[in-house]
């Protein structure tokens, strides 16, 4: 019913980038809030960046400046840009909708940073 393709997660050194991707079907994207949640091992999920239907954007403070959440609607796809990566980055990334009140999940995709 409701997809997630996410992908763009691997390895990477300290400073280096990442550009997640989820392509999302079975929902009406465009009229979707979508964001990025990470699981780091050994702590609870944690909401990373967000963006409204309206392209409204929030982060989270220890990602501000570094990371960039972003949209396409005729891809259905959102996007997070991660610059300057830091070990404590490390962490299973999760893809959300929220459409209709209801949060649907992607599967995840591990991003792991490390020299």
């Known amino acids: 019913q409701v997809q997630f393709v996410e992908s763009g997660g691997g390895l990477v050194q300290p400073g280096g980038s990442l550009r997640l991707s989820c392509a999302v079907s079975g929902i009406i994207f465009g009229a979707s809030a979508m964001s990025w949640y990470r699981q780091a091992p050994g702590k609870q999920r944690e909401l990373v960046a967000a963006i409204t239907s309206g392209a409204s954007t929030n982060y989270a403070d220890s990602v501000k400046g570094r990371f960039t959440i972003s949209r396409d609607n005729a891809k259905n796809t959102v996007y997070l840009q991660m610059n300057s990566l830091k070990p404590e980055d490390t962490a299973v990334y999760y893809c959300?909708?929220?459409?209709?009140?209801?949060?649907?999940w992607g599967q995840g995709t591990q991003v792991t940073v490390s020299s």
């Open positions: 959300k909708a929220n459409w209709r009140a209801r949060n649907y």
